[in-house]
């Protein structure tokens, strides 16, 4: 098993910047990929961002790109969401999720991953 525990959502006004922590526990796996998913309220969990192992792929949802960034410690085994320029759409819960594999080419799908973290409220005011 493998335990994911998030951190460093809030409240943030738009324009603004947040960066959230997603710490990994237990059973880890060489060369596993990360993940960052949000939902909005009424909406259904989409795809944020994807890292792989080496941290040499990364992959971004249009909607984010150029505004975050994504990246990974694997000797704390921790991997990062830096958000900046943040707009009210980007309110949500935000999850971590863990593939035990490496990095496929439906990392962007729900299904590709194995363990998810509970999530970290991010809400941006206008």
């Known amino acids: 098993q493998v335990q994911l525990v998030e951190s460093g959502g809030g409240l943030v006004q738009a324009g603004g910047s947040l960066g959230l922590s997603c710490a990994a526990s237990g059973r880890t796996f060489n060369n596993n990929a990360m993940g960052w998913f949000r939902q909005a309220p009424g909406k259904e969990r989409e795809f944020v961002a994807a890292i792989s192992w080496s941290g040499n792929r990364r992959y971004y949802a249009d909607s984010v790109k150029g505004r975050f960034t994504i990246s990974r410690d694997n000797a704390k085994n921790t991997v990062n969401l830096q958000m900046n320029s943040l707009k009210p759409e980007d309110t949500a819960v935000y999850y971590c999720?863990?593939?035990?594999?490496?990095?496929?080419?439906?990392?962007?799908?729900?299904?590709?991953?194995?363990?998810w973290g509970q999530g970290t409220q991010v809400t941006v005011s206008s």
């Open positions: 999720a863990a593939r035990v594999r490496p990095l496929g080419n439906y990392y962007y799908t729900i299904g590709e991953y194995d363990y």
